[in-house]
Nanobody, 120 residues
Framework: QVQLVESGGGLVQPGGSLKLSCAASGRISVVDAMGWYRQAPGKQRELVAVVASEESAEYADSVKGRFTISRDSAKNTVLLQMNSVQPEDTAVYFC??????????????WGQGTQVNVSS
């Protein structure tokens, strides 16, 4: 019922910048939270950043001061601006959106993932 389309991944040099985008579509009535997670090879998926309906954002300690999450509630999109990237930021990045569809049912959807490689 809810589809997420991610874009913006790729190869970037250490110290560079990259912007990820995620657009949610479908029978969405309310969006409670939009966030980004990442999973590096051999590691568990971890939270990178999340922004709730109150526009309050939370970040993993490892990305604070470097990454910025923002959302466009009118378009149901969420962006992740990644600055000063480091090799340890290399991972598959997943978008996550939680809310309610028009029937009133709650949903939690994941994007397909976009690869980010930080390397010189």
């Amino acid at each position: 019922q809810v589809q997420l389309v991610e874009s913006g991944g790729g190869l970037v040099q250490p110290g560079g910048s990259l912007k990820l985008s995620c657009a949610a579509s479908g029978r969405i009535s309310v969006v409670d939270a939009m966030g980004w997670y990442r999973q590096a090879p051999g590691k568990q998926r971890e939270l990178v950043a999340v922004v709730a309906s109150e526009e309050s954002a939370e970040y993993a300690d490892s990305v604070k001061g470097r990454f910025t999450i923002s959302r466009d509630s009118a378009k149901n999109t969420v962006l992740l601006q990644m600055n000063s990237v480091q090799p340890e930021d290399t991972a598959v990045y997943f978008c996550n959106v939680e809310g309610q569809v028009t029937t009133g049912a709650f949903f939690a959807s994941w994007g397909q993932g976009t690869q980010v490689n930080v390397s010189s």
